[in-house]
């Protein structure tokens, strides 16, 4: 070790063989040694001094820059023999001389040989590395070391490395960190391209001069994006009772964004409340009173969701109408009244033409989807079908219409029900055995004759429910009663339509179906007037006569 760095605190190149330097001349053995011991015996700073003395001179050995050009051969040895077990304090302790020495031009890679790079890195680094540093490309990173004199040990070409001031590449990353792309300001402001390139107009976002960008996209200052939102937020104010907040996109009424902020800028408006999800100007509510009396402008004429708000309908239906042109639309220049625009006129013209289930329930006391079901009921459907709001030509819903919508089910009692149904069993009763030709006696809801062996089973269904379905219950011991009879019949009389069909049993078990089961309920559609869906069935539809005249009660053919 004294040899090692004897030889090389007196300039020598290489260390050569220690075979060869004892026969050498005692007197540069002496000196040599004399040295080396020197620096050992005052630990580590002796050894410090000797790697001062071995700097001294390093403008001449030929080297740009690098632990070669300062410390001469002396650390390439110290490479070669770090990994034995004698060389680590020497490894040590040149580490530790070189992180006190930040400006020292060497790079990491020259570094990382002898403890943590970062710590030793120092206060240069090459053009690579800074490249790396900033991610950016080879040619900007040239641009920029020009540009901001970053040069420490400037190109000589012929492949020779050049060395940058570490410092001014961190000052660069910093001044990037505090810029932002095109995207990503947009981004951070929480608005579209178009509503950017708006606000671009105020003049309320500082943009970089193309000579002071790290790089030509990185333009915009993300300080200045940040002050802009503090600036909008210091104006939020607490959100008044009832009041029905709305986001930037929501409550233009047609309005550019640059409008609003502008507004909210000049202290004409000020936001409400902030959403939970949303960011930069986005996350911002207004209320709706607020926005109105910022922009008193006159309109002539309405979008689709003022026009729900006026009929009191919802926004899908109203558009649903104005596509099937129903609700008649046009289209008008300006900002404040684009897209499909409704006038007064309109307005009236669709009042007058139609009306909409809302308002059918509203004259006939019950709810509009009762409404629209009994309005099918009797035969009257809806002009559309994919809006949610059912809508009818107003001419078609008369004041007899109307009375019949609010009519509920289960009015009765369950003794005028079954009363009801036992009259109603006996008049069919009366009609069956005028079509058979025998006379025909009741037990409970069957008629029978002995000497013929007829057996007519009357049912009785009703509608449960508002539309016109009738449901029958079949019981194991109506169906057993039927198989043991010599001629059976099956009579379904509907309740509300006064009417029956009747069927040859053999027939109506294969309609009816249910096995074994001790009870079968089936059903029956028919219309609001009491006409059998079913055309095979209609075809047997008898119609009682009236009590009243003593005709049929059939209705009128639509």
Known sequence: MAHAVGTFVLGRPRL?????????????????????????????????????????????????????RE??????????????EWARPLRDAFGQYLSAQPSLRTTRRGLVRY???EVLRGGYMTRNEAADLLDVSSQTMIDLAERENLYAVAPVGAGVPSLLNARGVEELRARKAATLLKEEAFALLGVGVKAFDGILGLDVLEILPEGERITVQRMFVKSSIEGLIARVKSRLTPARAGAKLLS??????????????????????????????????????????????????????????????????NGRSVRAWARAGLLPTERRAGSLEAGSRVTSEGIAHFRREYTTATEISERAATTPRWATHRLAFHGIQPLLFEARTAIY????????????????????????????????TWRVGECVAEDLGVPLQRARSSLFHTETGTLVQVMVGRSP?????????F??????????????????????????ILLPWLEARKIIGGGEKPRTLFFLAA??????????????????????TGTENQPVPP
């Open 248 to 313: 930037f996109s929501r409550c233009g009424g047609g309005r550019a964004t640059t409008d609003l902020l502008r507004a909210v800028l000049d202290g004409r408006l000020r936001p409400s409340g902030l959403a939970r999800k949303a960011v930069g100007l986005s996350a911002f509510l207004f209320d709706q009173r607020d926005v109105a009396a910022a922009f008193p402008a006159e309109r002539s004429t309405l979008n689709l969701l003022e026009v729900a708000a006026e009929l009191g309908e």
């Open 465 to 473: 429910r508002i539309g016109a379905s009738y449901a029958f219950r």
């Open 71 to 84: 410390f001469g051969g002396f650390s390439e040895w110290l490479s070669k023999t770090s990994s034995e």
């Open 393 to 424: 030509p107003r001419d078609v819903i008369t004041e007899d219409l109307l009375s019949k919508l609010n009519v509920k089910k289960g009015a009765s009692s369950p003794s005028e029900r079954a009363a009801k149904s036992a009259d109603l």
């Open 527 to 548: 219309d609001g007037q009491g006409r059998v869906r079913d055309e095979q069935m209609r075809s047997r539809q008898k119609w009682l006569p009236s009590l009243s």
């Open 475 to 500: 019981s194991l011991a109506m169906r057993q009663s039927l198989d043991g009879a010599r001629k059976a019949w099956l009579a379904l009389a509907l309740a509300e339509g006064n009417s029956f």
């Open 16 to 68: 050569g063989y220690a075979s060869s330097f004892v026969a050498g001349d005692p007197d540069r053995i002496a000196g040599t040694m004399e040295i080396g011991w020197a620096a050992l015996q005052d630990w580590p700073q002796g050894f410090h001094s000797a790697l001062d003395q071995m700097r001294v001179g390093a403008e001449n050995r030929g080297k740009h820059f690098g632990l070669e």
């Open 115 to 117: 403890g943590d790079p």
